[in-house]
């Protein structure tokens, strides 16, 4: 079964930091692009940041609202993907979601087809 | 930053109605915007990528439409578990930015 797993959410302190994890399994984790969205409390979805896969160099890309605070990297030897997130802000309080990027369709888009059950992150001052 | 508004916001609508959400594109997207439904407490579930291409295992009541700046979902009969918060979203460019999300209710 095609499955995601996030961990690592929970509470700290304005200024603080947390890492968060996703694990992967039933896919082939390496040949994806992996992206984390982010969910505040009653609000809508907001798109956190992109890791590519090795053949893309890892690059990495990010939201103005988390760059330079936030960082994504990857072990593709654990099937897993991490959200490193320092300087914490209250606004920074949502639901993470690790999301696989389909590979590439035949419409050349990249959709983000499967999607983790989410981690809560909150941030108090 | 391409900015996606969604219309309406919220709509109520009974079993069985055919219902129509749209989503436009401050900016030419091409074909590169994906629709989400997203149950109260669950994670978000692919049901439109590519504008039109049904996601597998998703039913067949569901249609995406567009191209360019202007999209739309459409539901051909609800069922009870169709009531739920859509979303659009685009993927042409960086930030990939989700639309405000529609909010469907039973009548």
């Known amino acids: 079964e095609v499955q995601l797993v996030e961990s690592g959410g929970g509470l700290v302190q304005t200024g603080g930091s947390l890492r968060l994890s996703c694990a992967a399994s039933g896919f082939t984790f390496s040949a994806h692009y992996m992206d984390w969205v982010r969910q505040a409390p009653g609000k809508g979805l907001e798109w956190v940041g992109r890791?590519?896969?090795?053949?893309?160099?890892?690059?990495?890309e990010y939201s103005a609202s988390v760059a330079g605070r936030f960082s994504i990297s990857r072990d593709d030897s654990k099937n897993s993907l991490y959200l490193q997130m320092n300087s914490l802000k209250t606004d920074d309080t949502a639901v993470y979601y690790c999301?696989?990027?389909?590979?590439?369709?035949?419409?050349?888009?990249?959709?983000?087809?499967?999607w983790g059950q989410g981690t809560m992150v909150t941030v108090s001052s | 930053d391409i900015q996606m508004t969604q219309s309406p916001s919220s709509l109520s609508a009974s079993v069985g109605d055919r219902v129509t959400f749209t989503c436009r594109a401050s900016q030419n997207v091409n074909s590169h915007l994906h629709w989400f439904q997203q149950r109260p407490g669950k994670a978000p579930k692919l049901l439109i990528y590519?504008?039109?291409s049904l996601q597998s295992g998703v039913p067949s009541r569901f249609s995406g439409s567009g191209s360019g700046t202007d999209f739309a979902l459409t539901i051909s009969s609800l069922q009870p578990e169709d009531f739920a918060t859509y979303y659009c979203q685009q993927t042409y460019s960086t930030p990939y930015n989700f639309g405000q999300g529609t909010n469907l209710e039973i009548k």
């Open positions: 999301s696989r990027i389909a590979l590439i369709t035949s419409g050349g888009t990249r959709p983000f087809d499967i």
């Open positions: 890791i590519r896969n090795k053949a893309n160099s890892y690059t990495t």
């Open positions: 590519a504008a039109s």
